[in-house]
Each structure stands twice: as C-alpha cells, then as structure tokens.
C-alpha cells in the first residue's frame, strides 16, 4: 500500500512520526490530512531518505532548482549548487538538467543530497526530437525507479486549454519549458496530451514507487498581464480533476500555480487554485509580482512568495537573481535560497498550526537585540555567515552596532532604565 492508502486505514508510519515530531504537529493529525490529500509526504519508497510534509499545518517549504543546461554542462557545479541550496535551508532540490548524460547527472544528485529529490521526466524524454508516447512514460518510469521522491508532470495542458490559448493572443504564450514540450507535441501529433489522455497508467508507475506528482502549471501566465486568463484557468480546472483521481488510486499529488501575478490578485489566485483544487498543497513559482527586475527576481518572487504563503500556498519555489537572463551560478543558488527561506518565515508567522513556532524565533532575536549579545543573534540569524562578516568589517567601538555605536536607542534606554532602578 501506498502512504496515503496507509492512513487512510487508520494506521500510523514511522514517516507520519517522523513528520509529525519534525512539525510539531500531533501525528494523529498528520495521518488524518494525509489521508485526506491535503498534506503529502515526499519520500520514494525506493530511497532513503528524511520525509518531508507539505500542506496544512505544516511549515511552508522551499524548493530549490538545480541542473545543467544545453550551453553548461557542468555536473560537480550542479552538485555543488545542490549542496549549498540544503545548507542554507532547502527542504526539497529539483534537478532540471537538459544537458549532458542525464541519467549520471540525476543519480549524483540522488546520491550526494540528504533532501526528497524532484525532477521533471518531460526534459529527459525531450532529447528524442521524434519524442513518442513511450519515451514520455519510460522516462517517467526511469526517474521513479531511480529514487526520485516526487515528479512534475503537465498532465493539465489539454487540446482544449490550447485552443484557449490560441484565442485569447497572450504576450507571452506558454513560458513552462514542460508546458512547452507538450502544446508542441499536441499541436505536432494533433493528439490529446499522453500523460492526460493515458492518467492511469501514470498512477500506476507513480503508485508502484509511491512517487508524489506534481502537477505542473504548463499554461502559467508569464507576465503580469496574462494573469488570471482562461488558458491558466482552464488548466486549474483540470488540474483539480487529475487530484481527485489520483487520490483515488492512492497516489499523493501537488498541484502547481501560476508565476506571474499582480500582488492584489494574489490572495484571490491562490484561493482559486485551493478550492479547485479540493486543497491540495500548492506550490508555486513565486509568484512574481512584476517584469521589471531581472538581476533582481529572487527578491520579487520572495515578496509575492510571502504573501502567497500568508493565504495558503504551502510550497515555494526559489527564483534565483539569474532567473530570466542565465543559468545561476553557486552564488545565486545561495542568494536565491535565502531570500526564500526568508519569506517562508514570513508566511509561517501568519499560518495555523506553525505561527506560535515561527514567533518564538522572532522573540528570541529581539530580546538578544535588547541585550546587545551578538553571539546570539549570529546564531539566530538565518545567514550567519554574512551577518557576522558585515559585523565584522564594520565594527564598532562600543559593543553597539557601527550605525549608531554610543547613540545606539538600545544602549541609551538600557542605560537610562538602570539608572531609574
């Protein structure tokens, strides 16, 4: 049996404990959302490795994207990449290659991270420039067999959602490169998307290795005014459509969301996505809440990440300061996490089940700030290593901060409060 077939029973796994404790969460309620779909529980049942929860109640979580590409193919920096997203608090790593041997690629990556592992089977079926319907479900079947913990598949990019897509005459039509692979196949081929025409034999292959799907957001909007249009809502549609069934069959599924968004329709997406999708977690890109910041779109997406994640969203995918202009380097896979890890923070101080947690983090960093104890906030500070170092190369006379050092407003009252006393 599956996980979620598990729960359903009424009967308690060492990955339900594991998740539960890592939570803080009764266990008792983890089976209970797990086994109503709306919390799954990222581990392959061919790998070891630390389980992940996502959805209600549990921390929001970040992704982090890693992989070669046709221009750079450089495996031991992918790796490296991997390494320094975990370090610095990915809970999950994709690896989104498309050059080189994907297949040594994928399993270095499964072998050297201590995090669930996702990929995207699409991009290795797609080396094949006469791409079958075989080659998308071996593909599929490669990566699961290979330990790969949960996957992205655009089952919810339809020949209806194309003609959509063809009517409405977006800016940018179809950004997903998975997205992309598929309207070309369908549009190639004039046949219905494998993956969603043959779903049952994708749950078989995800159900046999207990493997969460993704499902992914093919007809994501890729700028901000092509948010919120029938082709992306058309695929939510749908996409709630493919949960349901496999919940059915005992596979665990995310849903995927839009990329670009308006920070005021933000709330209203993310809830549309929720109920259509009978609240499965959701994961997002994001989102992005505007075009004009290329250098800058880990900073942009971590702000539309925070207030995604304040109503609802429970996956974050981090954007790097590279995304739209280059493959990231080691640096930007480090900056990019950061600041994701930072607005999933954020989120969880506003969110049930993990805000009283995330709080006492926050108190903790003020009351070492009201004692001026520097040891404590590096230690609290979610990168250590840079706050230390601007501490450092700035340093102050008096054991205030350079900024104010004897006119600190802290060391004032904390002196003037004494002296009362």
């Known amino acids: ?11 308690i796994t060492p990955e339900m404990k594991t998740v539960a404790q890592s939570e803080g969460v009764d266990v008792q309620k983890v089976r209970t959302l797990l086994a109503d779909g709306r919390l799954v529980i990222l581990k392959s049942a061919t790998r070891d490795v630390v389980p992940v929860g996502i959805g209600e109640l549990m921390r929001t979580k970040i992704n982090t994207n890693v992989g070669t590409s046709i221009d750079f193919v450089d495996m031991e920096e992918e790796i490296k990449k991997a390494l320094v997203a975990v370090k610095h608090g990915a809970d999950t790593v994709m690896d989104l290659s498309t050059g080189g041997n994907l297949d040594i690629i994928r399993r270095r990556i499964l072998s050297e991270v201590s995090v669930p592992v996702g990929s995207v089977p699409i991009y290795q079926a797609a080396q094949n420039p006469d791409m079958s319907v075989d ?24 020949l209806s959602a194309v003609e959509h897509l063809k009517k409405r005459q977006r800016i940018l039509d179809v950004v997903s490169r998975g997205g992309a692979f598929m309207v070309a196949w369908m549009m190639q081929h004039e046949q219905e998307n494998p993956f969603y025409a043959e779903y049952d034999y994708l749950l078989e292959i995800a159900r046999e290795y207990d493997v969460t799907i993704s499902l992914g957001d093919g007809m994501r909007p890729g700028c901000i005014s092509d948010a919120g249009d029938a082709p992306e809502l058309m695929e939510v549609v749908t996409l709630g459509e493919l949960v349901r069934k496999a919940r059915s069959e005992g596979v665990q599924t995310i849903a995927e969301g ?9 709330r209203a997406s993310v809830m549309a996505m929720k109920r259509l999708t009978d609240y499965a977690p959701l994961y997002l ?4 809440v505007t075009d004009i910041g290329p250098g800058y779109d880990h900073m942009i997406g971590a702000i539309g990440g925070a207030v995604a994640g304040m109503y609802g969203v429970d996956f974050l995918c981090m954007v790097s300061p590279a995304e739209h202009v280059a493959l990231p380097t080691v640096e930007d896979i480090k900056e990019g996490t950061i600041v994701t ?12 089940g993990q805000k009283d947690r995330a709080r006492t983090w926050d108190d903790k960093m003020a009351h070492a700030r009201k004692n001026l104890d520097w040891k404590a906030q590096f230690n609290l500070a979610i990168d250590p290593e840079k706050a230390r170092k601007i501490q450092h190369d700035r340093k102050s006379s008096s054991d205030a901060c350079s900024m104010c050092g004897e006119l600190c407003a802290i060391k004032i009252m904390r002196d003037a409060l004494r002296d009362k006393l």
């Open 135 to 158: 080659d998308m479900f071996n593909a599929v079947r490669k990566h699961a067999s290979d330990g790969i913990d949960f996957m992205t598949i655009h089952a919810g990019v339809t």
């Open 341 to 352: 890890k930072i607005a999933a923070h954020i989120a969880d101080l506003t969110r049930d």
């Open 285 to 288: 890109l994001g989102p992005l």
């Open 258 to 266: 839009p990329g670009h968004v308006p920070l005021n329709d933000v």
């Open 1 to 11: 049996m599956t996980l979620i077939e598990i729960a359903r029973k009424g009967q």
